[in-house]
């Protein structure tokens, strides 16, 4: 327990520190935070692992981050941007998937569709179609666009897309293994799933208005909140197969119309952005270790967070365009698409599970996650302040 307290002291001052002097040189915070978690694993100074209370607290961060922005959503934008947010993510997967398995092909040789190497290429593809929008969200926040058209449209994709992508997940899977059966099963549980979290936030919506107008601006509110977070999160995952961050994020959405919103979306944010969120960057850094690397697995994994990231771009940044966005805001939309992280990780341990990779593919993995979660918010702020001078200028 002491060196857990030793080790949460030293990354908060480190992390914290690091994303201060970021900012102060004009990039968002996550991204010293980022740096932080890389120079105190084991890719640099070694001082500490990610071990599993850090990871906790790192999953925790996550949740409150996702839950903050689906209190702050303007429900009005999110039904007006549901459409385009659909065929940004669908698009955004299906682009990554392709570009994906025919990297992995021209690599290694194409292959017959139904061998081994064939559903292998294609888990590649599926590795590349998971988005981590914990990082976009957290540079939105501070650059005071998440509730935009354009950052309600990305945050929606975002959440879109890791349901898609764990179908594709699971239909890779399932035809790899012979189990066909399990696609119909996991169109059934999302379906499901997304009827239980409109009928639940229908009653918790109503309840908690009654709650509020009984109890107004009291600290009941933010606590009752949180743990209805927590148990949505919860459900999500584990009694639908839906990715946790999705449920925190819905029932975040569902307590946006609450009088007191803002007072709990304060409340959430100052334990957020205090301890959580900085675990939770620093995470990935402390995850990281490129060391081992061959040769071939460098020249594949720079090929791989090209393509990744060039995939994700063009594909969501092609869709916000036929959408109706103008081409700055549609890069826009493709750059904050293209952040991977605990997703991509996943994601690839499932198929190490079954064999279809093996372990040296986690290197590319790791590399694509530390380039996209700082190349993101970097672009991201350099794209907003060009595009404010721009409009200073007229």
Known sequence: MLDFIREFGIILLVCKSLGILSKRFGAPQVVGEIIGGLL??????NLMKSEDTISLFAEIGVLLMMF????????????????TAFMMALVGVLVPLLGGTLLYSCCFG???????GFYSALFIGTIMTATSVSITVATLQELGKINTTLGTTIVSAAIIDDVIGMIVL???IGAASGDNGSLGLIFTKTTMFFVFAFVLGYLINRIMKWLDKKYPHTQRIPIFSLALCFLMAYIAEEYF???DITGAYIMGVALASVDDAPYIEKKIDTSAYMIFAPIFFANIGLQTNLKGMTKDMILFSLFFVIVALFCKVIGCGLVAKLAGFNTSDSLKAG??????????LIVSQKGLAIHLIDSSYFSAVILLIILSSIATPLLLKWMYKDNSKKVSKL
């Open 40 to 45: 105190l694993g084991p890719c640099f100074l």
């Open 68 to 83: 903050s922005t689906g209190l702050g959503t303007d429900l009005k934008q999110l039904v007006k941007t549901g459409k």
């Open 110 to 116: 194409f292959h017959a569709p139904g061998s081994s």
């Open 170 to 172: 699971t239909c890779v």
């Open 241 to 243: 197969g839906i990715a």
């Open 335 to 344: 750059v904050g698409m293209m952040t991977r992280g605990e997703v991509a």
